[in-house]
């Protein structure tokens, strides 16, 4: 009670203030001063976030620049680019009467001699150093030339089109399995947290060593309980075939697939993520001012949401952002077991095949996609984490 | 560290995690020593002689303990033990051998293949064979004129198929005429009447019922027995998950110690190799290792612990280095003229082992389900038989649609209580070392 008094007659005193300020100097002027308050804090964040995408953008073009010089220690990209070349002189020369109808043997020496040209103009005979700048805005830009045997579901071969037509599946699968996961977690946390040494909350802490399996291991069990012991959900795929014609159809379809996928996910992650924020919970709410909070007796629910939740987030988001970079590359197999058509089923397919320009380029669309989640995390944290406004530092 | 040993067997989730391991340590023990290396690649490589007299995907024999099922094992019988043999010669350089072969099926599901395989010794020509089949019922059936050498493998045999009504032979023979679904029960005999051309030619022959259920673990697409692949992925699990942890975390511990203890740009500079890290795609980057270079299981531990010392793990422990860097103990120890080497080896490090501990034994998990995950996506190590491997022969073989659930369940689930095991120890753990966790 006296601190709160205290705080009471604090912020009495400083209204004082202010009023005697406003008289002295005008509205006008308070209202700038806040302004110029708000706008430094906005600036602060701007920079932050800025300072944050350039590291990350550094970041990703050194993951991608890795990828690169990984696969062409076997030379592979070189493999990729001779075949894109042979595959763009065979157009032309298909296209270009006076060569097409060369006897064979000569038609064959102008194709070689084309291909040579264009390997020199690209730079194949230059060291693999020089050639690294080019092969790094081609690995950016997905620009891997076409597929020698897989085709996108619009029917394209250009390996950039295979791979960006299945990122949407991908979305959409993660995308719910990540939101569910996190009010889940959130929502038990909280729950358990309350109700700390409960048998509830036993029997969680008891389960939390199952999410050491992967998402694809109880995806295969989900499937042989709920698609083939029981079969009363698909076992694959997005949507049944043909697709329903209509938005609700198709809708339901595809929710109706979703199930499965997404509850291996959940399986795989919901027990730890709130066994660890409840940890989290539990913790701030042994804080003195949490202890103080009670004995003022502001009621519960505001003591979760503004003395508890509010401390607590910064790491909770940090470590949720961290069961996303696992999810990501992890839903490689889960997508192949549930034959689900984004980039997982697609690097699958493409490992199977020897894919190569796929499998780079899929790679790297991981490495965007955990940059990309890592830039988010990061903004909610410039929003969330008050360090960051009143700049104090940021989450290291 | 032996009353924090005490504190540890008092939770009964720490005391079942430690029994499940040393139980695997103990069956890898075994395991590797029974079955030594070599031995394990070359009965893994499934080549057909090592594996011709057992049934391709078969369940393992224990499901016959399950009320109403009762699926034939596989009979085994060879004229030299089983039969009776008599021979007679008929004129001078032809003589005939009759070898007649009864057994007892009493099953009630049929067997999944059938094939004789003949041991013969001549001097010019091949002993012919003349084959009859005689069922409990006492009918007798023709089943075909064949050269007495070599494998005769009757499912396959077109001929028999049609003469059985489009069943095949391990179908056809035994089915009931008045009940095709089931199998008639009782003695069945094989006869064969062979025909040597040469006085000192031999005839014997071997004859495998392929049953339905094979041994503990069953068998797969290969024939081969899966109990060998399931006791080596044990030992090949745990080695992978063990020797990762103990790579990665060490290297981590180490460059975080000194990272800290230099500051400044080291520390600077980790900080950044470790944010990069965090979105270089790991799995991806393995696969390309693995479809570009080796698939040796060497070569990917390697790459997995390249890849994960700078970990997310990195600030962990960076942070807790920087809070012990200001302890008063660090700052006498450099008031008496320690060396930075000595510092951090014996008065940053010692310090933050039993913290390393726990996270040390729930990060194994994670390495043996990686190895498992490589191998399931079809780029497990060529020679060795990891339980990933299993997995994906299951899978790539649509083993839970067609009835074949044993063949995936049986490594997940070895998988999984390692999985376990593991990380209940390492929960455990956590709350012994970390007191702040053992209050609440």
């Known amino acids: 009670m006296p601190l709160a008094l205290k705080r009471l007659g604090g912020r009495t005193v400083s209204n004082i203030d202010n009023a005697q300020n406003q008289k002295d100097i005008g509205e006008d002027k308070n209202v700038s001063r806040t302004s110029s308050l708000l706008g430094?804090?906005?600036?602060?964040?701007?920079?932050?976030?800025?300072?944050?995408?350039?590291?990350?953008?550094?970041?990703?073009?050194?993951?991608?620049?890795?990828?690169?010089?990984?696969?062409?220690?076997?030379?592979?990209?070189?493999?990729?680019?001779?075949?894109?070349?042979?595959?763009?002189?065979?157009?032309?020369?298909?296209?270009?009467?006076?060569?097409?109808?060369?006897?064979?043997?000569e038609r064959l020496k102008v194709i070689n001699e084309l291909?040579?040209?264009?390997?020199?103009?690209?730079?194949?005979?230059?060291?693999?150093?020089?050639?690294?700048?080019?092969?790094?805005?081609?690995?950016?830009?997905?620009?891997?030339?076409?597929?020698?045997?897989?085709?996108?579901?619009?029917?394209?071969?250009?390996?950039?089109?295979?791979?960006?037509?299945?990122?949407?599946?991908t979305l959409v699968l993660f995308g719910t399995a990540q939101m569910f996961l996190f009010f889940a977690a959130l929502f038990f946390a909280l729950f358990l947290s309350r109700r700390y040494g409960s048998i509830l909350d036993k029997a969680i802490i008891a389960l939390a060593p199952t999410s050491a399996a992967p998402?694809?291991?109880?995806?295969?069990?989900?499937?042989?309980?709920?698609?083939?012991?029981?079969?009363?959900?698909?076992?694959?795929g997005m949507v049944e075939a043909p697709p329903p014609q209509t938005t609700w159809g198709y809708a339901l379809s595809l929710i109706e697939h979703l199930i499965l996928p997404v509850s291996a996910i959940l399986f795989s992650a919901v027990f730890v993520s709130t066994y660890s924020w409840r940890t989290f919970f539990l913790i701030h709410s042994s804080e003195d001012y949490v202890e103080m909070a009670k004995a003022k007796g502001l009621p519960s629910s505001l003591i979760e949401r503004k003395y508890v939740l509010r401390p607590t987030l910064p790491p909770i988001i940090m470590s949720f952002a961290l069961t996303l970079i696992t999810m990501w590359t992890g839903?490689?197999?889960?997508?192949?077991?549930?034959?689900?058509?984004?980039?997982?089923?697609?690097?699958?397919?493409?490992?199977?095949?020897?894919?190569?320009?796929?499998?780079?380029?899929?790679?790297?669309?991981?490495?965007?996609?955990?940059?990309?989640?890592?830039?988010?995390?990061?903004?909610?944290?410039?929003?969330?984490?008050?360090?960051?406004?009143?700049?104090?530092?940021?989450?290291s | 560290m032996s009353d924090k040993f005490k504190l540890l067997l008092r939770y009964p989730s720490a005391a079942v995690g430690l029994l499940i391991i040393s139980l695997l340590i103990i069956i890898s023990i075994v395991t590797v020593?029974?079955?030594?290396?070599?031995?394990?690649?070359?009965?893994?490589?499934?080549?057909?002689?090592?594996?011709?007299?057992?049934?391709?995907?078969?369940?393992?024999?224990?499901?016959?303990?399950?009320?109403?099922?009762?699926?034939?094992?596989?009979?085994?019988?060879?004229?030299?033990?089983?039969?009776?043999k008599d021979t007679r010669?008929?004129?001078?350089?032809?003589?005939?051998?009759?070898?007649?072969?009864?057994?007892?099926?009493?099953?009630?599901?049929?067997?999944?293949?059938?094939?004789?395989?003949?041991?013969?010794?001549?001097?010019?020509?091949k002993p012919?064979?003349?084959?009859?089949?005689?069922?409990?019922?006492?009918?007798?059936?023709?089943?075909?004129?064949?050269?007495?050498?070599?494998?005769?493998?009757?499912?396959?045999?077109?001929?028999?198929?049609?003469?059985?009504?489009?069943k095949p032979a391990h179908i056809g023979l035994f089915a009931d005429p008045d009940n095709l679904e089931l199998p008639i029960k009782g003695e069945y005999t094989i006869r064969m009447q062979g025909f040597l051309f040469g006085d000192q030619d031999t005839l014997d022959a071997r004859?495998?019922?392929?049953?339905?259920?094979?041994?503990?673990?069953?068998?797969?697409?290969?024939?081969?027995?899966?109990?060998?692949?399931?006791l080596w992925g044990i030992p090949v699990a745990l080695a992978f998950g063990f020797l990762a942890a103990v790579g990665a975390q060490l290297n981590t511990f180490l460059l975080a110690a000194i990272g800290v203890w230099y500051g400044k740009w080291l520390d600077g500079i980790f900080r950044w190799i470790t944010q990069v890290n965090l979105i270089l795609p790991i799995l991806p980057l393995l696969i390309m290792i693995g479809m570009f270079f080796s698939r040796s299981i060497w070569v990917i531990l390697g790459a997995v612990i390249l890849l994960s010392i700078f970990g997310s793990y990195y600030f962990v422990l960076r942070a807790m280095f920087l809070q012990i860097k200001g302890a008063p103990y660090i700052d006498a120890a450099k008031a008496y003229g320690a060396g930075d080497a000595r510092i951090i080896f014996r008065y940053l490090i010692p310090k933050i082992i039993p913290v390393l501990l726990p996270q040390f034994v729930s990060i194994i998990p994670a390495y043996v389900f990686l190895e498992a995950t490589i191998s399931v996506l079809g780029l497990g190590d060529l020679h060795l038989p990891t339980l990933g491997k299993i997995i994906h022969d299951a899978h790539s073989h649509a083993a839970i649609f067609n009835g074949q659930a044993y063949w995936m369940i049986q490594p997940s689930i070895l998988l999984i209580v390692m999985g376990i095991a593991f990380a209940m120890l390492g929960y455990t753990l956590d709350r012994v070392f970390n007191p702040r966790l053992r209050q609440i």
Request: hydrophobic share 45%; charged share 20%.
């Open chain 1, 215 to 236: 998402a694809w291991f109880y995806g295969m069990f989900l499937i042989l309980f709920f698609a083939v012991l029981i079969p009363v959900l698909p076992f694959g």
């Open chain 1, 115 to 169: 291909i040579a040209i264009q390997e020199r103009r690209l730079g194949l005979d230059r060291p693999f150093l020089a050639r690294t700048p080019g092969y790094l805005v081609s690995a950016l830009t997905l620009n891997f030339g076409w597929a020698p045997t897989m085709t996108s579901p619009s029917g394209s071969r250009e390996v950039r089109l295979i791979i960006l037509e299945r990122l949407p599946a």
């Open chain 2, 207 to 230: 004859m495998v019922v392929y049953g339905q259920v094979h041994g503990f673990a069953g068998t797969d697409h290969l024939r081969r027995d899966l109990m060998v692949g399931l």
């Open chain 2, 128 to 166: 012919h064979v003349e084959l009859f089949w005689i069922n409990p019922k006492g009918e007798e059936i023709h089943i075909g004129s064949l050269e007495g050498s070599g494998a005769h493998r009757m499912s396959v045999d077109d001929r028999l198929t049609r003469k059985l009504g489009g």
């Open chain 2, 89 to 125: 010669s008929v004129s001078e350089d032809i003589t005939e051998v009759n070898i007649t072969i009864p057994f007892n099926f009493q099953y009630d599901d049929f067997p999944s293949e059938m094939s004789i395989f003949f041991k013969s010794s001549y001097k010019e020509q």
């Open chain 2, 33 to 84: 020593i029974t079955i030594p290396y070599s031995e394990a690649i070359r009965l893994w490589r499934g080549d057909s002689e090592t594996w011709q007299e057992y049934p391709r995907t078969a369940w393992p024999a224990w499901i016959n303990i399950l009320p109403g099922i009762n699926r034939p094992t596989t009979i085994n019988l060879t004229s030299e033990t089983d039969g009776v």
């Open chain 1, 331 to 395: 839903g490689i197999l889960l997508e192949g077991v549930f034959v689900w058509p984004g980039l997982g089923t697609l690097f699958f397919e493409a490992i199977g095949r020897g894919e190569t320009a796929v499998i780079l380029g899929t790679t790297i669309i991981y490495a965007y996609l955990l940059g990309l989640t890592i830039f988010i995390t990061d903004i909610i944290f410039a929003l969330i984490d008050p360090r960051v406004k009143i700049g104090t530092g940021g989450n």
């Open chain 1, 40 to 105: 430094r804090s906005f600036t602060r964040i701007a920079r932050y976030i800025l300072v944050r995408f350039l590291t990350i953008g550094i970041a990703v073009v050194v993951g991608i620049l890795l990828t690169i010089f990984i696969a062409n220690w076997g030379g592979y990209l070189d493999e990729i680019k001779k075949a894109t070349i042979a595959e763009q002189v065979g157009i032309g020369v298909r296209e270009d009467a006076s060569i097409r109808d060369l006897p064979a043997d």
